[in-house]
């Protein structure tokens, strides 16, 4: 799919992106604003396209990855694990063909995007959701962070690297991407951070993905503050 997208020489600069009072509150309020927040994360609604999203001006955190590799998952532990489960998952990869927002409180918007790279579903249709989300990621103003997940337990695989050179066309900046390696419980140990050079040097990241799991909850209080951290 992704070379779908980047094949359909689309102009894919991203608008400015306006700057919120929001910042300032969360500095006023202190760290960890966002793993405050994370408790209180509601389903807003599904959408085919950002034209149909709600305006808000809060900002905007989007999940990106293949189908499977574990956004809705990561998004519930992100969300915390006592209370009842926010994202829907699946076993079936591709189940996730709409826009999903959720809301968490006044601080900040998710946005479980569908996956990239599974061809069951028939070429139109896949283009259909490359079209939207390069949309999405192009004129989304409050779009602020984004974060790629990548699966470490097989090597570095091809629609990843097509999904990472596809966002370099958006130029947007470094600090504003954060790539997560999630299922790492799935790993040894002593092979996690082998594991994850590999893919940072196979994807040309500039720093090595966050080790994370839903499972264990691993990585979840440092993906928040590195999600707070790139919001500002
Ligand atoms: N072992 C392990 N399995 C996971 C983890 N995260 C997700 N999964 C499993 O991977 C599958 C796909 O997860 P899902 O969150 O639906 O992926 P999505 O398509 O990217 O939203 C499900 O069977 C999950 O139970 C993880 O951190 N560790
Ligand atoms: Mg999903």
């Not at 408790?39 to 990855?65: C, D, H, K, Q, Y």
């Not at 209370?83 to 996730?96: E, I, L, Q």
């Not at 601080?107 to 028939?122: H, I």
Request: with cysteine; aromatic share 8%; net charge positive.
């Amino acid at each position: 799919m992704l070379a779908c997208w980047v094949a359909s020489g689309r102009v894919l600069s991203r608008s400015p992106v306006a700057r919120t009072p929001g910042s300032a509150l969360r500095c006023l309020a202190g760290a960890h604003t966002f793993e405050r927040a994370a408790e209180r994360i509601e389903f807003v609604g599904s959408f085919s396209n950002w034209t149909s999203m709600p305006a808000s001006r809060l900002p905007e955190i989007a999940l990106f990855g293949r189908s499977n590799v574990g956004k809705s998952s990561a998004l519930n532990c992100l969300a915390g694990r006592s209370r009842t489960k926010v994202a829907r998952v699946s076993k079936t990869p591709g189940c996730t063909t709409a826009i999903n927002l959720y809301r968490a409180g006044n601080v900040c918007t998710v946005c479980d995007l569908p996956g990239y790279g599974f061809a069951k579903r028939g070429k139109e249709l896949q283009e259909e959701w490359g079209r939207a989300i390069s949309d999405y990621v192009a004129e989304r103003e409050q779009l602020r962070v984004m974060v790629a997940f990548v699966d470490p337990r097989h090597g570095p695989k091809d629609n990843d690297a097509n999904f990472f050179a596809w966002l370099r066309d958006f130029k947007i900046k470094d600090a504003r991407l954060i790539t997560v390696a999630t299922k790492v419980d799935a790993l040894k140990p002593n092979e996690v951070e082998g594991r994850l050079l590999e893919l940072q040097a196979a994807y040309g990241l500039r720093e090595m993905p966050l080790p994370f799991s839903s499972v264990t909850g691993a990585g979840r209080s440092q993906l928040w503050r590195a999600i707070e951290g790139a919001a500002d």
